[in-house]
């Protein structure tokens, strides 16, 4: 028996025995709704497992952007083409009635955040490196001594 069927006996038993008023301080106590109100919540859950994602990825200049131009804009060049990898970042397109596009722009903040995060990443990649070449000295140290 799903939600709906058991809201509709419950609503017949309260009814078919008077028991309203001791009904609405339990339903506001608990939070329950009426079997109508339950079946749009339902549905509304329905509706929202309908979106389908797609994810587009492959190698540079493969023709990702111009397949999804040809496909969704009638082979206009609406989405950025380039033979540099000026595509990668994260593009979400949604269904509207109305047509409009919404960009976000980094803020100071972000790029400062980034300048941050790239110094840490290239002191780490810069010492990964010294220790590797200092092993590889060792390494040919050795075979020469062999």
């Known amino acids: 028996m799903d939600i709906i069927q058991l809201n509709n006996q419950i609503e017949e038993f309260v009814n078919k025995y008077d028991l309203s008023h001791d009904a609405l301080a339990l339903k506001q106590e608990h939070a329950i709704q009426k079997s109508e109100e339950w ?25 990702k ?6 496909l969704l804009f009638n082979g206009n060049d ?10 990668a970042a994260l593009t979400i397109m ?6 409009s596009a919404e960009v976000d722009f980094f803020t100071q903040q972000d ?7 790239y110094d840490l990443f290239q002191k780490a990649l810069d010492s990964k490196v010294k220790e590797k070449e200092l092993e590889n000295a060792e ?3 050795k075979k020469k001594g062999c």
């Open 78 to 87: 609406i989405l950025p083409k380039a033979a540099t990898p000026m595509t």
């Open 39 to 63: 079946q749009r919540v339902l549905d509304s859950f329905a509706e929202q497992g309908r979106v389908l994602r797609i994810g587009i990825i492959g190698r540079v200049k493969a023709g």
């Open 139 to 141: 390494r040919i140290k």
């Open 111 to 117: 790029i400062d955040e980034i300048k941050v995060k």
């Open 94 to 99: 949604e269904y509207s009635e109305n047509v």
């Open 65 to 70: 952007s111009s397949m999804l131009n040809a």
